[in-house]
């Protein structure tokens, strides 16, 4: 079963970049989305954080949080969230490996990466928009996040 627009978005905790632990419970309240990321340091991957880094005003203006969501570890998420300057969330869901992409429906168990799928969650966690990627080396086009605002 795929999770869809109007359902509930599943619990999750999981560790960001500078280890402190974020839950969907922290997202309660504001609009949120959740970008599955499959993999850090990758060109796709990469361009994509760079392009929600680098919009940050409209995801400001719509007082929207923005957390990504990686199989890589923390050490990983930390060390590429210095390196491109990602003041949003990077958290790990490195083990147990996929649990929270899985819950998500976004995990690829073939390859064990979490597929390119971003979830718009409004202020009461109930998923509103899905923005996603059937191809891995395909970006999420940036103008469907602002379809998804009414931009």
């Known amino acids: 079963m795929t999770l869809t627009i109007g359902q509930t978005a599943p619990q999750f905790s999981l560790r960001n970049q500078h280890r402190a632990k974020v839950g969907l419970q922290d997202l309660a309240g504001s609009?949120?989305?959740i970008v599955f990321i499959p993999f850090a340091f990758t060109a796709t991957c990469q361009g994509e954080l760079c392009e929600i880094r680098d919009h940050a005003d409209l995801f400001n203006t719509t007082k929207t949080r923005v957390v990504a969501i990686t199989c890589n570890t923390l050490h990983a998420n930390g060390a590429w969230a210095e390196q491109q300057s990602f003041e949003f969330d990077i958290?790990?869901?490195?083990?147990p490996h996929g649990e929270v992409a899985r819950?998500?429906?976004a995990f690829d168990e073939d390859y064990g990466y979490a597929k390119r799928?971003?979830?718009v969650l409004d202020?009461?966690?109930v998923v509103s928009e899905v923005i996603a990627?059937?191809?891995?080396?395909v970006a999420r086009p940036f103008s469907e996040y602002e379809a998804a605002f009414g931009l």
């Open 91 to 95: 958290l790990s869901d490195f083990w």
């Open 117 to 119: 799928t971003t979830y």
């Open 103 to 105: 819950a998500y429906e």
């Open 133 to 137: 990627s059937d191809e891995l080396g």
């Open 123 to 125: 202020s009461n966690l």
């Open 31 to 33: 609009r949120s989305i």
